[in-house]
């Protein structure tokens, strides 16, 4: 059983950066794809972002693209996401997500973390 544990959301104003991490545990980490989601408050969840279990490939939603980026350390089990330009549209809880196979838009994963609220002023 895997446990994911983000961190590091908080308010910014638009403009900004933020830097997520999630920390994962009870598992192999460099075994499992990795992705981030978010929801905002009245809508479905979305994907954000993926990367490969070497960290060598990575995707990202469109609307996220040239700002956000992800990246793995897995020596330490972790996830980050990096997040510039921050729009009030990036507004959301995000969601870390593992999956053994692969984390793409259109598939589940297999463990979710709790979430890490974003919100971003204008």
């Known amino acids: 059983q895997v446990q994911l544990v983000e961190s590091g959301g908080g308010l910014v104003q638009a403009g900004g950066s933020l830097r997520l991490s999630c920390a994962a545990s009870?598992?192999?980490?460099?075994?499992?794809?990795m992705g981030w989601f978010r929801q905002a408050p009245g809508k479905e969840r979305e994907f954000v972002g993926a990367?490969?279990?070497?960290?060598?490939?990575?995707i990202y939603a469109g609307s996220v693209k040239g700002r956000f980026t992800i990246s793995r350390d897995n020596a330490k089990n972790t996830v980050y996401l990096e997040m510039n330009s921050l729009k009030p549209e990036d507004t959301a809880v995000y969601y870390c997500?593992?999956?053994?196979?692969?984390?793409?838009?259109?598939?589940?994963?297999?463990?979710w973390g709790q979430g890490t609220q974003v919100t971003v002023s204008s």
């Open positions: 997500a593992a999956d053994k196979v692969v984390i793409s838009p259109d598939s589940d994963a297999d463990y």
């Open positions: 009870g598992g192999t980490f460099r075994t499992y794809a």
């Open positions: 990367i490969s279990r070497s960290g060598d490939i990575t």
